[in-house]
């Protein structure tokens, strides 16, 4: 029965981790609510699960496996309060390979979905390898999937989705609605004039021009070309009548290495091969609601452009320091590469301009992106600056936004007061503030900060971004991220960036309710509400919160996180028959196995534990704790509590005279440390007398007791057996009986 939580974004950017268990086959959603955060879902073993559609703020998906999942939280901008909600689907038609829904070619399938059963079909459908297939659907806001025979996604796209078959076999035809939705699915076969593989893959010659129809909408088309390392390659789209296109580019392994822009009627797309082989060209056109069927005629063209710079290590173009570079870029998604000789420890500044837009990145002599904008964003205006840790060959890679345009691009070197790189002299105290100036437009300094595991902490209002100590980005890019809660403590970086002046940054810790990591505290619990009677309740593996009410209720907790909370009456929690020992300690609620919590007890005065060695603490209530068997620990609260052992070496620690400690018949070596003046009950051989208790007596019993004083005045007392008792700092009174004694 998976559950709710509360929580709330302390700072922008914060993000909170919730566990919650799911069983293999049940369908789910998890819910934020209206513009409520944006949900993240985690497989048990850490693998972010990818939903084919749906919002930012809810995932409607069908458990793979049973266990416990991670739900993320983040926060979309401000702080705020928000609400998760993840509930049981009745999903007749489960979307997975459990479904029963089938699908033939030349069929159509009518349903309607509602919020209570999903928002997703599944159908089965069987395809043959090397014919092509158009899966469309009657809804303008549906989005069509396609899945392998074990549910693994192939492509999405929205109402109309063509595709290829590369094996003969059962595949899964996913449709996803708008709540309470009718929608028709239909499956066609296609006889397609090129494919969407290498094996049914057209040509296409430099310098040369080729043909096709797309059949319908969404389709694409392969065709195969042999290009030369270190020269630059424009392949462009033209078509009557068709919605918008766009040509990709595949290497001879499949691998996408390069993508027009989106959205454009006419496609086109420069590249520069970084090795001499086989590519593929894949033109494909997008949907048409009004016109599925398509037949849209287009002419894909090849062309070696004699001047362009490569966008990769091969370029010939170069920058100068201290001067100016000029270039042009031929067509939107243009890249050019300028290689230049930094100096290690250097500062440099890269002022870059163009009137349609451009974005830069510097790389070293690998190809490692060393520096960039955060974002990337495309700016008419941009200023990029680094300092250089290593001297050698770097290269300044500039990408146009949108058309073809001069660019401009000036190089500098410049003083910086703290570089942006793990060899800055910049620190920072957390708690602190440090202040710099910005020597240039772009500049970026970091500071070095110590950060401790597990806690959470607050940048300044002026933001910045956070490294690790290896100089990996941990800020998440986007909303403006002032949050961050490392793993691991150690030496951070923060950077700032600005324009030129003068400037201070600064980082406090803050109380945050969930961790953003694995060790997170957070679960999504299901409830279940008592009555004023007696009752029992026995935990699962789920995660639940269980509310006792007036009654004297019982508690059986399960393999899973439970809280109880008892309520009013008697209240009893039992461990019996655990397969470990635990830890309970009713003062604080907590229920723990070794530094592992397990469960949190709330309102209840009595314990039993396992047959293992258990430490049991009480309340401020009158408790009743039994130990069982092991070695046990029982700690007595301020109130008269009784005390039960067990077999085993037990120890006691009792606060007030009226406190009752019972134990059985050779049941082990026991001691009480009594913080009171105390009377060893039968079958306990030890009583301590507490430090800092002041002046007080203990009593033996019938068995050979050894009894200590403390650092007070005490009166101590044999009993009936062979006795030590030993005095302490103070001035004792030392009493034997029968039996042979020390004193």
Known sequence: MPGTVTGQFEVRGDSDFFRVRFEAGQTYQLSSGNNGPDLELRLPDGTLFTVPAG?????????????????????????????????????????????TLTLGVGETRSAQTNFGQGRDDWYAVELVAGQSYFLRSSGLTD??????????????????????????????????????????????????????????????????????????????????????????????????????????????????????????????????????????????????????????????????????????????????????????????????????????????????????????????????????????????????????????????????????????????????????????????????????????????????????GGRSYRLSDSGGLIYDSSGNLLSRLGWGDFHVSPSVSGTYYLETSGSVGPYSVGITQINDDYREDSLSTGYLRGIVNGTNGAEVFVGTEDHTEFRGQDGDDWFIPGLGNDRFLGGAGIDTVTYAGFGMGVTVNLANSRVTVGDQQIGLVVQTENVVGTDHDDMIIGSSAANLLIGGDGNDTLIGGPNADRLYGGAGNDTYHVEIITDLVFEDVDGGTDTV?????????????????????????????ELANVIQGNESSNLLIAGAGDDTVRGGAGVDSLFGESGNDQL
């Open 143 to 452: 989005t069509l999937y396609l899945t392998d025979s074990t549910g693994a996604l192939i492509t999405v796209q929205d109402d109309q989705l063509h595709f290829t078959a590369t094996v003969s076999g059962t595949y899964y035809a996913g449709i996803h609605t708008s709540d309470g939705s009718t929608y028709s699915l239909s499956l066609e076969t296609v006889a397609d004039d090129r494919g969407e593989s290498a094996a049914s893959a057209g040509t296409i010659a430099v310098a040369g021009t080729a043909t096709g129809v797309w059949e319908t909408g969404r389709d694409a088309d392969w065709y195969a070309v042999t290009l030369t390392a270190g020269s630059s390659y424009q392949f462009s789209l033209t078509a009557s009548g068709a919605p918008t296109s766009t040509i990709q580019i595949f290497n001879a392994a499949g691998g996408l290495v390069q993508a027009s822009p989106s959205g454009l009627p006419q496609g086109s797309v420069i590249f520069a091969p970084e090795t001499t082989g086989t590519y593929y060209v894949s033109a494909g056109t997008a949907s048409s609601y009004y016109n599925p069927n398509g037949n849209w005629s287009y002419s894909l063209s090849a062309n070696l452009l004699a001047n362009d710079l490569a966008g990769n290590a091969l370029t010939t173009g170069t920058l100068t320091i201290g001067g100016v570079t000029t270039g042009r870029f031929e067509a939107r998604g243009d890249i050019d590469w300028l290689a230049v000789t930094l100096t290690a420890g250097q500062a440099y500044s890269f002022a870059v301009n163009c009137e349609n837009g451009v974005r830069a990145f510097l790389y070293d002599s690998a190809g490692n992106i060393v520096s960039s904008l955060p974002g990337a964003n495309f700016q008419s205006n941009l200023y990029l600056t680094h300092t250089v840790s290593a001297g050698g060959v770097y290269y300044l890679g500039v990408e146009i936004g949108n058309g073809s345009a001069q660019y401009r691009v000036t190089t500098s070197t410049y003083t910086d007061d703290f570089s942006d790189n793990v060899n800055t002299t910049g620190v920072l105290t957390v708690g602190g503030t440090a202040s710099g100036t910005f020597e240039v437009t772009g500049d970026r300094d970091w500071f070095a900060v110590e950060l401790v």
């Open 673 to 701: 440390n009594a913080f009171t003046s105390f009377y060893l009950y039968a079958n306990i051989e030890n009583l301590t007398l507490g430090e800092g208790l002041g002046d007080a007596f203990g009593v033996g019993n």
């Open 55 to 99: 919002y930012s703020n809810q995932i409607t998906f069908v458990a793979p496996v049973t266990g416990d999942y991670w739900v993320t939280a983040h926060d979309i901008g401000s702080s705020q309060t928000y609400t998760i909600n993840a509930v049981e689907v009745a999903d007749p038609t489960p979307a997975s390979i459990a479904t």
